[in-house]
Each structure stands twice: as C-alpha cells, then as structure tokens.
C-alpha cells in the first residue's frame, strides 16, 4: 500500500535533486491537495485498512464509528440476498471506501469433546484444567491459521477465546483471558472479545469474534457493514460467537465490511445496537 508520508518525502527530496519549474496550480488548489493528503494519513493511522492479503484484527467496538440506523430485519442464518454495497454518498466521503461483498454463508459445526480439549490444552497450558468449554465450533470456511473456536470459563467467571486450526488452539491476547468489565457497549449489555478478518482464498475472507452478554440479553446477531440482514450468533452461558465466510475483492483501497453486534430482549425488542451504540468502557487499570 502506497504510504502518503513516504511518499511527500520521496517528492521532496526528487525536488531537491531536480531543477522543477514553480507549481502554477492556484492557491485554492494546493491548499485542498494539501488538506486532502492529512485526510487520508489520518484514516491511514485510525483504521489500518488492510489488503486482501494481510491479516486485519480490530476490536469492532473501537473501530466502528457511529452510522445511520440501517433497520433490524432478523433473517435465516443463510442470506436470500445478493451482493451488499455500500451507498455513493458514504463512499466518496471516505478516502477508504468498503468493498462490495456478499455473506456467502455463516454455518457452524461443533468440535467435538475431545478436539475441545486438545484446543485448550494447547492454548492454555497448564491452566487449562482451570476452564470449561462453553461454546466449541468450525467456521464455515477457513483461513491459512483458524478453521474455528473455543469459549472456555472458568469459576470465577472469566472467559477465554481460543482460536483453533485443527486440533492446536492459539489465543490473540496475552495471556488469553477476557475478565468481565473490559470492553463494553452502551448500556452495558454486551462485552467485547477480540475479533478478526483473515484472508480465506481468492476473493473470500473469514469473519470471526466473540463476546459476552449479560442476563436479559435473550438473542444476539450480528450485521455486515451497511447491509441490514442480521444473522444469529451461536450463544452458551453468557458467551457468544460469530463466524461467517465473506466474498469480495478488496482492494489497497477498500477493506473488509465491519461485523456490528445487535442485542434483543425476550420480547424481541432491539436494547443494543453497535452501530448506532459504539461506546465503549475500558475498566482495566
């Protein structure tokens, strides 16, 4: 990806070198050149925005800035509809517009019993006598390092994630614990874990992240970028998990559509919406 700093200071020290005739742009010009270049650094250092080939971990919550509410039609775990892109108005306004993309699926299958055990073992070490999985499943495609996922606590309520190719288990955070009041959404209702979209092929990547929700939360989904289809998460004993296989072709100017958690109350109430709700609390000292 072309870096703009490198880049400016490429042109000058070219410039030294060079006998260049004086800009005859107007002023005006220069100056929204100008502007137009600490506009894109900046989205640079905010979003890291990454290529199809690199390996892209956000915590959702940080990164997602509040957007329009896109509705909350609850929809089959499979998609009935095409491609999602982003509106003209949203993507010019953004040096780093959103890839078209479609959910191809979200299908999960549980690990079995004693795969589980390995995954922790591996993770974990010698503190993995100490955990109980609560969730242990496959994504529906996987990546050149993750094909699923174990949610794991332990008596003091403190989950862990594990991520999982095969039978070996690999935590993104150290050491991988996740204790209760880190990372919260408005309302403290749902609880952040780590998240992750990894490359899964040619024109496809695999979305992947956890969490956990409190009592009255009684259904969670989650929505991709700015398409409205929401698709239910796997949830256990106060964890939750979402995985879902993504087509499109990004771009060293796109990147891949952000997963935005929704929570309902057992009236089918929406009470949380990412989207619209992004804050966060970071209690840790």
């Given at each position: 990806?072309?870096?703009?700093?490198?880049?400016?200071?490429?042109?000058?020290?070219?410039?030294?070198?060079?006998?260049?005739?004086?800009?005859?742009?107007?002023?005006?010009?220069?100056?929204?050149?100008?502007?137009?270049?600490?506009?894109?650094?900046?989205?640079?250092?905010?979003?890291?925005?990454?290529?199809?080939?690199?390996?892209?971990?956000?915590?959702?919550?940080?990164?997602?800035?509040?957007?329009?509410?896109?509705?909350?039609?609850?929809?089959?775990?499979?998609?009935?509809?095409?491609?999602?892109?982003?509106?003209?108005?949203?993507?010019?306004?953004?040096?780093?517009?959103?890839?078209?993309?479609?959910v191809?699926?979200?299908?999960?299958?549980?690990?079995?019993?004693?795969?589980?055990?390995?995954?922790?073992?591996?993770?974990l070490?010698?503190?993995?006598?100490?955990?109980?999985?609560?969730?242990?499943?496959?994504?529906?495609?996987?990546?050149?390092?993750?094909?699923?996922?174990?949610?794991?606590?332990n008596?003091?309520?403190?989950?862990?994630?594990?991520?999982?190719?095969?039978?070996?288990?690999?935590?993104?955070?150290?050491?991988?614990?996740?204790?209760?009041?880190?990372?919260?959404?408005?309302?403290?209702?749902?609880?952040?874990?780590?998240?992750?979209?990894?490359?899964?092929?040619?024109?496809?990547?695999?979305?992947?992240?956890?969490?956990?929700?409190?009592?009255?939360?009684?259904?969670?989904?989650?929505?991709?970028?700015?398409?409205?289809?929401?698709?239910?998460?796997?949830m256990?004993?106060?964890?939750?998990?979402?995985?879902?296989?993504?087509?499109?072709?990004?771009?060293?100017?796109?990147?891949?559509?952000?997963?935005y958690?929704?929570?309902?109350?057992?009236?089918?109430?929406?009470?949380?919406?990412?989207?619209?709700?992004?804050?966060?609390?970071?209690?840790?000292?």
């Amino acid at each position: 990806m072309s870096d703009p700093v490198h880049d400016t200071l490429g042109d000058r020290l070219r410039l030294l070198g060079t006998q260049m005739p004086a800009p005859t742009l107007p002023a005006a010009e220069i100056r929204r050149r100008a502007d137009r270049r600490r506009r894109r650094r900046h989205a640079l250092g905010a979003t890291a925005a990454c290529t199809a080939a690199a390996l892209c971990l956000a915590v959702p919550s940080v990164l997602h800035s509040p957007g329009p509410h896109q509705g909350s039609a609850l929809n089959s775990p499979e998609p009935q509809q095409g491609a999602a892109t982003t509106a003209a108005s949203s993507a010019s306004a953004s040096p780093h517009p959103p890839a078209a993309f479609t959910v191809t699926s979200t299908r999960t299958v549980p690990i079995d019993a004693g795969a589980v055990a390995e995954i922790l073992a591996s993770c974990l070490g010698s503190d993995a006598s100490q955990y109980h999985a609560v969730i242990a499943v496959r994504t529906p495609v996987a990546s050149a390092t993750k094909d699923g996922v174990v949610l794991a606590v332990n008596s003091a309520h403190q989950y862990v994630q594990c991520e999982s190719k095969g039978n070996k288990g690999t935590s993104m955070s150290t050491p991988p614990t996740f204790i209760n009041d880190r990372l919260w959404g408005t309302g403290h209702l749902i609880e952040f874990f780590d998240a992750v979209s990894s490359p899964a092929g040619t024109g496809q990547i695999l979305s992947l992240g956890a969490g956990h929700y409190e009592p009255g939360v009684a259904k969670v989904t989650i929505s991709y970028g700015d398409d409205p289809t929401q698709y239910p998460a796997v949830m256990a004993d106060g964890a939750f998990v979402y995985s879902a296989a993504i087509s499109t072709e990004l771009t060293r100017d796109s990147f891949p559509p952000f997963p935005y958690v929704h929570a309902y109350n057992a009236d089918g109430k929406e009470i949380y919406n990412q989207k619209t709700q992004p804050t966060v609390k970071d209690a840790r000292p």
